[in-house]
């Protein structure tokens, strides 16, 4: 089995900062790209930011230079960092996974989601 456990969200006023850590346990054998999305009320969950075992990465054109994701391939642990936060970044943010783990193929594997709430 595999758990994606999420921590650092919270509530924040615009312009401050947080950072969300995504920690994979379980049979791994190895994880592949890690990333996060997120979801705000009413609207489609969207891709935010993902990262390569080679520390590749991509992001969603609104956080670009705002954000910025990172890994710890010792620690299977997938972090982001979000500067000067908006009200419009308020959502659930989800980390996401593909690990391959010592019984199967490699999957995309969830995590529970944390709630970012920017507001003045």
């Known amino acids: 089995q595999v758990q994606l456990v999420e921590s650092g969200g919270g509530s924040v006023q615009p312009g401050e900062s947080l950072r969300l850590s995504c920690a994979a346990s379980?049979?791994?054998?190895?994880?592949?790209?890690m990333g996060w999305y997120r979801q705000a009320p009413g609207k489609q969950r969207e891709l935010v930011a993902t990262?390569?075992?080679?520390?590749?990465?991509n992001y969603l054109d609104s956080v670009k230079g705002r954000f910025t994701i990172s890994r710890d391939n010792a620690k299977n642990t997938v972090y982001l960092q979000m500067n000067s936060l908006k009200p419009e970044d308020t959502a659930v943010y989800y980390c996401?996974?593909?690990?391959?783990?010592?019984?199967?193929?490699?999957?995309?594997?969830w995590g529970q989601g944390t709630q970012v709430t920017v507001s003045s």
């Open positions: 990262i390569t075992r080679g520390d590749s990465t």
């Open positions: 996401n996974a593909l690990i391959e783990t010592i019984f199967s193929s490699s999957q995309a594997y």
């Open positions: 379980g049979t791994i054998f190895s994880v592949y790209v």
